[in-house]
């Protein structure tokens, strides 16, 4: 059973058209919901962690919100910068040392 | 300072030979991780360590064998490579309730 979805799988936009990416998980007893970005031909880059429902999280143009099932990641005025694969992952509740990562939603944001 | 660096960044080579990639980290983190990307972006976990040990062994074929000399360093060798062994290769380490550090990937090609 999959434990984390991520939608859309792609997305384009203008820059300058805000939007959402979606991350749904299905673990119970959250420990942390982690979300990244991910150039090509690099490694994922932690941008925020989330711990529990109502925690929301800022960093210039993004921001992460959670709530029981579902994390957002917005995205406001969107510039060519922010084009990059985001991955969102959840802590395995049982371990704590193992991570269960999403298929990551494709953003292009276009000039 | 680079903080999770992998070698090679690049690896080509035939199937039926044997390779090894190495990943250390100067985070001081006590656990260690082996990921395997596959062209549609998805993360699986292959192996964790944490101060040397294994505690994270997923279905993973045994020609694939990690090696932890000291909390700094891990490695993975692969014996016997097949097609389906292509892949990027990512190392992460964390440390306790924290995120993960992510190196910048090795990329498998297998002729």
């Known amino acids: 059973e999959d434990q984390v979805t991520q939608s859309p799988e792609a997305l384009r936009l203008q820059e300058g058209e805000s939007s959402s990416l979606n991350c749904s998980y299905t673990?119970?007893?959250?420990?942390?919901l982690f979300w990244y970005r991910q150039d090509p031909g690099k490694g994922p880059e932690f941008l925020f962690t989330?711990?529990?429902a109502g925690e929301e999280k800022e960093k210039e143009r993004l921001k992460a919100t959670l709530t029981k099932k579902e994390s957002f990641l917005h995205i406001t005025a969107p510039k060519p910068e922010d084009s990059a694969t985001y991955l969102c992952?959840?802590?395995?509740?049982?371990?704590?040392?193992?991570?269960?990562f999403g298929t990551g939603t494709s953003l292009t944001v276009i000039p | 300072d680079t903080a999770v660096s992998q070698t090679p960044k690049y690896l080509v080579t035939q199937m039926g030979n044997d390779k090894s990639i190495k990943c250390e980290q100067n985070?001081?983190?006590?656990?260690m991780y082996w990921y395997k990307q596959d062209s549609k972006k998805f993360l699986k976990i292959m192996f964790s360590?944490?101060?040397?040990?294994?505690?994270i062994n997923e279905t993973v074929p045994n020609r694939f064998s990690p090696k932890s000399p000291d909390k700094a360093h891990l490695n993975l060798h692969i014996n016997s490579l097949e097609l389906g062994d292509s892949a990027v290769y990512f190392c992460?380490?964390?440390?306790?309730?924290?995120?993960?550090?992510f190196g910048d990937g090795t990329r498998l090609s297998i002729l």
């Open positions: 985070l001081g983190h006590d656990t």
């Open positions: 989330l711990y529990s």
């Open positions: 360590y944490n101060n040397k040990e294994l505690i």
């Open positions: 992460a380490s964390s440390q306790e309730s924290q995120p993960q550090h």
């Open positions: 992952a959840v802590r395995d509740p049982n371990t704590g040392n193992q991570f269960y």
């Open positions: 673990v119970s007893g959250l420990r942390g």
